[in-house]
């Protein structure tokens, strides 16, 4: 019995090399299942050699890796065979199950939920148990039925509905099923001291294992016109590695018609133009070509040219012998004009695209800013006391950006350009003002004022509502805090939200200065302008409370440019 045990160990070690030399293409069922065999083989041939009660209950645990899986993976082979898919919402379950079974198992020695009472028994040398069931055993027997059953079912419904199924591969492994189950059947009548459950699991294995094999042979059909059609597209002309002519299709006479005077076994000789150049990088190629590396470059694309309209693409191949010897090479030529042909219209046509969205998108941007642009200056037109000035902290804010770029603030092109652009629409929420406050002569009274400044907030969703959908969401966000924010104050004294430092979106911090700024150094109906000392003082003085401490100094130095700037426009 340990003899025959041993030669159960071999024959699921030699049936996975087997599956592994012959490189066929093994589902990962097969080679679990043959794996979990050579552990229950491996059980039982420990089994039989213990010397005491503790290594023959850990060697029937281990046997019954087989008992408890193999059942489940020769049924998911089966699937495969009748080429039904299992989905995993159905492979999961049944493993988690099998898992549960096991730890039943596991639970000899323990309990007498599976084996009651087990003794180990050493006849002639050879171990085994003598054990009474528990109320759990059941679960083997009702596996092995269901599995059976279920590979039964499956057979059937394959063999009425599947036409691409192999019948005679299928009653192969049901055969084998049906003869484990009888092995076991016939082991529990017999009441046999030795256990044969072995040799169910070699049927089995075997069972599984030569079908797929054989399947495996068979799964490229091959269809010998779609290949002699697809031979008739491409050519293809042999050298040997001295650079004798060894011959060509006729595909490749018509891409070179000297070919057909050429004499097979002689190098071709006073051959110029593309078929020249095309030997001279086939000797290249065989100059850098050795024994040691013929199989990573075993192909290689090389060149692509044209004669007339047409574009070929070439490719060179390895012809090897038997020791993988690389003895000559085969040169395969493409017609790839309609390719080449497609792609360079896909480009021109890419390129006149990319054009024209540009054209058009600057268009429509230029449009929309002219629009709003428009609307602000409509809006501006009621408010009696700040005449021009969209127009000027829209060109104060310009200045102030192009002093920001350069100045090592951190600040970059496209963000200063979304402020930049922002500009005219912060102070579109006065649309909503009431014409008596807004075309007022004079100073607001605190009512008044409470009234003037839901302008921002106004303007803030007013904006939103205009630009979103039409322009990117960075911009509508830039553009929006403009309008909303611009009145709000380092020290948080400001409005509508009395936010305080960093709170407020650095883009309103900088409109701040420009709206300030021209209120500062503009004539109003309740005031004469500034001079641009005064001005400046004020914003140097209010850095830290109304202004921010970093971009107010940095807006100082624009003085220059604001100098001028002011002096040539009408305030």
């Known amino acids: 019995m340990i003899a025959f045990n041993i030669i159960c160990v071999a024959v699921s070690v030699l049936a996975y090399l087997w599956l592994y030399l012959t490189d066929v293409k093994n589902s990962v069922y097969q080679n679990i299942m043959i794996l979990i065999m050579l552990f229950s083989n491996i059980g039982y041939l420990c089994l039989s050699i213990s010397q005491n009660l503790s290594e023959a209950i850990l060697a029937c645990k281990i046997h019954y890796i087989g008992g408890c899986f193999m059942p489940m993976l020769y049924f998911f082979t089966f699937c495969e065979v009748a080429r039904i898919e299992l989905k995993k919402k159905i492979t999961f379950p049944l493993l ?16 007498d939920l599976y ?38 079912s499956i057979a059937i419904i394959s063999g009425l509905k599947k036409k691409t199924v192999n019948r005679k591969e299928v009653h192969d492994m049901i055969g084998c099923a049906v003869f484990a189950v009888l092995c076991y059947i016939i082991q529990r009548i017999a009441h046999w001291g030795f256990d044969i459950m072995p040799v169910s699991y070699m049927i089995l294995m075997i069972g599984a294992i030569v079908p797929i094999y054989h399947s495996n042979l068979f799964t490229v059909e091959e269809n010998k016109n779609i290949v002699q059609e697809q031979l008739n597209k491409v050519g293809f002309v042999n050298f040997n590695r001295k650079m004798e002519y060894m011959g ?14 050429c004499e097979v076994g002689k190098p071709i000789k006073d051959c110029g133009g593309e078929l020249g150049e095309i030997l001279d990088g086939i000797r290249e190629f065989d100059s850098h070509l050795s024994d ?45 004009t309609e390719h080449h042909r497609i792609i360079e ?12 969205v540009n054209e058009k998108t600057e268009r429509i941007s230029d449009i929309q800013q002219k629009t709003i642009l428009g609307m602000a200056q409509m809006v501006e037109s009621r ?5 021009g000035h969209i127009k000027r902290t829209s060109d104060v804010v310009k200045i102030f950006a192009d002093k920001l770029l350069t100045s090592g603030a951190g600040f970059s092109e496209d963000f200063l350009n979304m402020v930049t652009r922002s500009a005219p629409m912060h102070d579109l929420g006065k649309i909503g003002v009431d014409d008596a406050i807004l075309c007022k002569k004079g100073k607001f009274t605190d009512d008044e004022y409470e009234q003037m400044k839901k302008h921002a907030e106004i303007g803030g969703k007013m904006v939103k509502d205009i630009l979103t959908g039409v322009e990117e969401e960075e911009f509508v966000r830039v553009a929006e805090n403009v309008a909303h924010y611009h009145h709000e104050k380092i020290n948080g004294k400001g409005y509508p939200m009395g936010l305080t430092g960093e709170q407020i979106p650095v883009e309103a911090r900088i409109m701040a200065l420009a ?21 400046f003082s004020i914003i140097k003085e209010d850095s830290g409370s109304h202004f921010d401490p970093i971009l107010a100094p940095i807006f100082c130095t624009c003085r220059p440019e604001l100098e001028a700037y002011y002096d040539n426009c009408e305030k």
């Open 292 to 336: 040691s590396n013929t199989a990573q470059h075993s192909h290689s694309k090389f060149r692509t040219f044209k004669i007339g309209e047409r574009c070929f693409e070439t490719e060179i191949h390895t012809i090897n012998d038997f020791r993988n010897k690389c003895v000559g090479y085969t040169i395969e030529f493409r017609d790839e």
């Open 248 to 261: 060509c299709n006729k595909f490749a006479t018509g891409i070179f018609p000297e070919l057909v005077s």
């Open 383 to 387: 408010d009696m006391s700040t005449g």
């Open 345 to 356: 219209l896909t480009s021109q046509y890419n390129e006149t695209l990319t054009k024209e």
């Open 96 to 111: 988690l199950v099998q898992i549960a079974f096991y730890g039943v198992i596991c639970t000899i020695g323990y309990s």
């Open 515 to 535: 709206d300030v700024f021209d209120a500062l150094v503009s004539k109003r109906c309740y005031k004469e302008a500034f001079t641009y000392d005064k001005a």
């Open 115 to 152: 084996y009651v009472d087990p003794q180990l028994v050493i006849k002639n040398g050879v171990g085994y148990i003598v054990k009474g069931y528990g109320p759990l055993h059941f679960l083997y027997p009702l596996t092995m039925g269901f599995y059976l059953a279920a590979s039964i």
